[in-house]
């Protein structure tokens, strides 16, 4: 059990993992790996990688606050298509999200 202030981390075998909880930092990492490309070609390129994200979708995942109808998860497929389309990755992506902290017995 966590102590207070302290996170437990469990790893999983992506192929297990159907949805990602999403929220306003993701969104904002989300944003900052976009850097200058517009929305609408970063929408193309996940069409050209055989699943088309809406530029709709990606303003919602980048500013989930700004939207009342913003998902609360992201599912697995949509994000490994989002992050190849901006030439990144899943393990990249959250590498700089997570924080691990050794827990003493």
């Known amino acids: 059990m966590a102590s207070a202030g302290r996170q437990i981390i469990i790893m999983l075998d992506t192929k297990y993992v159907a949805?990602?909880?999403?929220?306003?930092?993701?969104?904002?990492r989300l944003k900052a790996l976009?850097?200058?490309?517009?929305v609408r070609s970063i929408s193309e390129k996940t069409a050209e990688l055989g699943e088309r994200i809406s530029h709709q979708y990606i303003h919602m995942l980048e500013d989930p606050e700004r939207y009342d109808n913003s998902a609360s998860t992201v599912s697995f497929p949509?994000?490994?298509v989002l992050l190849k389309a901006l030439n990144s990755s899943i393990e990249e992506f959250f590498s700089t999200a997570i924080t691990?902290?050794?827990i003493a017995p």
């Open 100 to 102: 691990i902290v050794s």
């Open 34 to 38: 976009r850097g200058t490309h517009s």
């Open 19 to 28: 949805s990602i909880y999403w929220d306003k930092e993701l969104g904002e």
């Open 78 to 80: 949509k994000i490994y």
